[in-house]
């Protein structure tokens, strides 16, 4: 039993420790069904459910790509993805899943929009909170249905200097998405 619980544990250590990657051209996130064109200099690492990059740290700048099964659970909400929903009520969703977490205080949308990704139906949405320690971060989600998934990138970092300065890299990852079926 203790030679069982030290190979779970290490095998759990390994997997908490994968390797940041740097980043560099196009990408295949085969576990999110997604193809991208990734930025130079970034750093990448796939976790079990979601690829995210980091040019200066999570703290100051991530984007997210992830894929939602409409039979998953959220961590958040209680709200459901559907297959079918209009891209504005998935964004309805996904905004309550972020608004909800304990970590984020005062979340107000600043923007949801439809948004085309990959030439398909989706929406924009913009939004602003604080975290625990009081720093204003902005953030926007891209989103859309397709067949039982839902698919978002994610993009986050403070209000002040690290949004506006890496906005322009997040849209030219959501301009060179598509889904790989």
Not at 58 to 83: A, N, Y
Not at 144 to 166: I, S, T
């Amino acid at each position: 039993m203790k030679k069982l619980l030290l190979l779970f544990c290490l095998a759990l250590l390994l997997y908490g420790c994968a390797p940041w990657m740097r980043t560099g051209g196009p990408y295949t996130a085969s576990e999110e069904n997604v193809a991208l064109e990734l930025p130079d200099g970034w750093m990448r690492r796939n976790i079990k459910d979601y690829l995210i990059i980091t040019r200066d740290g999570l703290l100051l700048q991530s984007i997210l790509v992830e894929k939602i099964g409409v039979q998953d659970t959220l961590r958040h909400t209680k709200k459901k993805f559907r297959k079918g929903m209009l891209p504005l009520e998935a964004a309805e969703v996904i905004m309550d899943n972020i608004a909800s977490s304990e970590t984020v205080h005062g979340f107000e949308i600043k923007e949801n929009k439809p948004a085309k990704i990959d030439g398909k139906p989706g929406f924009r949405a913009a939004y602003t909170y604080k975290t625990d320690d009081g720093l204003k971060m902005k953030g926007v989600a891209y989103g859309l249905m397709h067949g039982e998934c839902f698919y978002v990138l994610q993009y986050a970092a403070p209000q002040r200097h690290y949004f506006d300065r890496d906005l322009k890299t997040f849209e030219r990852v959501v301009a060179s998405a598509h889904l790989l079926n």
